[in-house]
C-alpha cells in the first residue's frame, strides 16, 4: 500500500517529551478521505496515554483525537464527504463493522474492540494508529462527522472526545427535566458535562475539588455547586442527586461521591485515573445504588450531539495553544490548570514561528 510522510509530534517513551517526529499516513483508499488538520483538542486521555499510565502504549505515540480540519481528497467511493468539506474526527477510526454492537450502531461497544484514532491497530498498514497531533489524517468516510457550520472551529474540536463522552452516558441513563445530575471534576469532559447536561433540561449540580472553578461553574450552567473538599458541603448534599458523571482523572474517594446519590441512582465513571478506586460496599447497599462506566460515544451518537451543539450554540471554553506548548500543557493539565480545554493551532505545526 503507498504512504506518505507528514509531520506530527508524539513520544518515543513514557518519560520522554513529546517532540516533532515523522510518520506515514497510507494513501487514501476508495472509502478513505484525507484530511488537513486544522485544530486538535487536548484530551486527558493523550497524556495517560503518552505516559503510559493504562499500559498499554505503543511507541512512537502520536496522540489527538479531537480534530477537525478540511478535506483534501477523497477516494473513488467516497459518497458523503467532499473535498473542501469542513469535517471532525473523534476517538475512533475504526471496527469490525460485523458484530452485534457494531450492526446496532454502538461501534464504540465492538465485540472485537474499535480501532481507537491513536495507540489502535489499523489494518491498512498493520501498524498502531497515530492522531491528530499531526498535519494531515486518513479516515474511512464511515467514521468522519460533519460540524454544523454556525459553530467556532477551534472551539468545536473537544466536542469529538469531550462532548460526546458525556453526551452518552446523560443520554443512556435519561437524564433531563426532573432529574438532579451531578458533574464531577471540571476539566475538558466535565465542563461540556454541565453544559450538555443543562441543554437537556436537567438540574445540574458541580461537584469540584477547585473553589476558584464555583463561579465559572454557574457560568456554564450549573444550579448548585458542591465542594467535595468541604466535608460539611457534602453531608448537607448527601441522597440527593439521581445520578452523576464523574469525570475526575486522579485518584479519589469514589464512596464520598456515591454517598451523595438518591435510593436507585448512578454513578458513571468516564473518568479513567491510572489506579483502581476502592469502593465500599456500604457506599452502595443502603440506598440500591449502582456504580457503572461508559466510553466515548457511537458515531451516530457523535454527529446528533454535534447537530444538538450547532441548534444550541453550544463549544467548548477554550486556550488556543501551538503544538510546541504541548509540554508544559501537559504540566498545566495536571496541576487544572486549564479553563478548560486546551487546542492545539495546527498551524504551528506546519509553519513553526523561529525562537
Ligand atoms: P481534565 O481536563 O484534566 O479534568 C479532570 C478534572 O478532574 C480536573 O479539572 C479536576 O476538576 C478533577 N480532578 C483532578 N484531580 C482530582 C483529584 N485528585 N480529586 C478530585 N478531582 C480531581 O481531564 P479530561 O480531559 O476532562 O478527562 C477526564 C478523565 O476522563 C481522564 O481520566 C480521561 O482519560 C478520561 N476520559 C475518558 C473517556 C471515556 O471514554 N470514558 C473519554 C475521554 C476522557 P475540579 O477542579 O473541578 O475538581
Ligand atoms: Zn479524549
Ligand atoms: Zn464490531
Sequence with gaps: MKTFVVKAFGTEAPEADLKQMNIERREATAKDVEIDILYCGVCHSDLHTARNEWHRTTYPNVPGHEIVGRVTKTGAG????????LVAVGCMVDSCRECGQCRNGSEQYCEKGMVPTYNGREKYLNRQTFGGYSERVVVDEDFVLRIPGNLDLAATAPL????????????????????????????????????LAKAMGAHVVVITTSPSKIEDAMRLGADEVVLSTDAEQMKTSANSLHFILDCVSAQHDINAYLKLLKVDGTLVLV???????????????????????????SIRETQEMLDFCGRHNITADIELIT?????????????????????????????????
Design 160 to 195: 469529538l472526545c469531550a462532548a460526546v463522552t458525556t453526551w452518552s452516558p446523560l443520554k443512556h441513563w435519561e437524564t433531563g427535566p426532573g432529574k438532579k445530575v451531578g458533574i464531577a471534576g471540571i476539566g475538558g469532559l466535565g465542563h461540556m458535562g454541565v453544559k
Design 78 to 85: 467516497v459518497t458523503k464527504i467532499r473535498v473542501g468539506d
Design 271 to 297: 473518568g479513567a485515573p491510572e489506579h483502581p478506586l476502592p469502593v465500599s460496599p456500604f457506599s452502595l447497599i443502603p440506598a440500591r445504588r449502582s456504580l457503572a462506566g461508559s466510553t466515548i460515544g
Design 323 to 355: 503544538i510546541q506548548d504541548i509540554n508544559s500543557a501537559y504540566e498545566r493539565l495536571l496541576k487544572g490548570d486549564v479553563k478548560y480545554r486546551f487546542v492545539i493551532d495546527m498551524a504551528s505545526l506546519k509553519n513553526p514561528k523561529p525562537v
